[in-house]
Every structure is written in structure tokens, then in C-alpha cells.
């Protein structure tokens, strides 16, 4: 384990309050323990925005290296107006033959 090394930190009033209040009620033995565990979940806060950052360029990357051909917007509308079109004849349908 690496040597402590001690600093000067200034938190706001209810920073302090809080980290008295998790000391007085025995969740951590001391301020800095309460100030390590903070630095701590933001080290592993941290590394998580890394690694969702990570998987995203990721994707992003796939995605501009796909050689699988582009739709273009009018084509996706057109695609999309025909589902829709074809569920609402099926519901039609299925309607239909409820009432028969």
C-alpha cells in the first residue's frame, strides 16, 4: 500500500456536515475515512463513464465501417408508411372477423 500523503481540503458546509454526521453515527471511523470512500465511488464512477464511452465510440465506429448499403431517409419513410399500412389492414382483418 502506497504511503498516505496529506492535503488541505475545503468542502462546503453541508459537505462537512455530512461527513461529521457519517462519522458521529459510526458508518466510518473518521473524516477521511468518509472523504477516501468518496474518492473511491468517483474513481469507479469515473472508469464506468470510460467504459460506456468506450463502447459507444465502439459502435460508432462499427457503424461507419459497415459496408452493408445506406437507406435513404425517403426509402425508410416509404418503409415505415408500409408497415404501418399493413398492421392496420391486419387489424382491420382481425376486427372483421371478430364481429363474424
Known sequence: MEPAEKLSVT??????????????????????????????????EEEEHAERMASIRARVKASIEDTRPAVSLEEAIDRVKSRISQRERDNDDTASRRRS
Open 11 to 44: 468542502v462546503t458546509p453541508a459537505m462537512a456536515r455530512m461527513i461529521r454526521e457519517k462519522v458521529e453515527d459510526g458508518t466510518f471511523g473518521s473524516a477521511s475515512e468518509v472523504i477516501r470512500a468518496a474518492l473511491r465511488a468517483f474513481q469507479r
